[in-house]
């Protein structure tokens, strides 16, 4: 019914920068919110960020500063500039968006396949 397709991991050095891309594609009514999760090698999945259709965004404490989320609604599209990479950031980057599909009417938690970012030392 509906995916997420994450694009943009990559190998780069500390102090480097990335920036991930995520498109929802589907039955999609409407998606609110949409965000970004992270899985590191032996821990637990995280909660990034995350912006609402209006735009209010949350970032956990460890990326204030450094990440920043964005969307475009009008191509269901969500971003993640990643500045000043550390190496604890390396991790497995997913999309997450909880989607009102045209079909159903009710709230669908969607989730991308993941995109690998390395940062290196």
């Known amino acids: 019914q509906v995916q997420l397709v994450e694009s943009g991991g990559g190998l780069v050095q500390a102090g480097g920068s990335l920036k991930l891309s995520c498109a929802a594609s589907?039955?999609?009514?409407?998606?609110?919110?949409m965000g970004w999760y992270r899985q590191a090698p032996g821990k637990q999945r995280e909660l990034v960020a995350f912006?609402?259709?209006?735009?209010?965004?949350n970032y956990v404490d460890s990326v204030k500063g450094r990440f920043t989320i964005s969307r475009d609604n009008a191509k269901n599209m969500v971003y993640l500039q990643m500045n000043s990479l550390k190496p604890e950031d390396t991790a497995v980057y997913y999309c997450?968006?909880?989607?009102?599909?045209?079909?159903?009417?009710?709230?669908?938690?969607?989730w991308g396949q993941g995109t690998l970012v390395t940062v290196s030392s």
């Open positions: 589907g039955n999609i009514f409407s998606i609110n919110p």
């Open positions: 912006i609402t259709s209006g735009g209010m965004t």
């Open positions: 997450n968006a909880q989607v009102v599909t045209t079909t159903s009417g009710k709230y669908l938690e969607v």
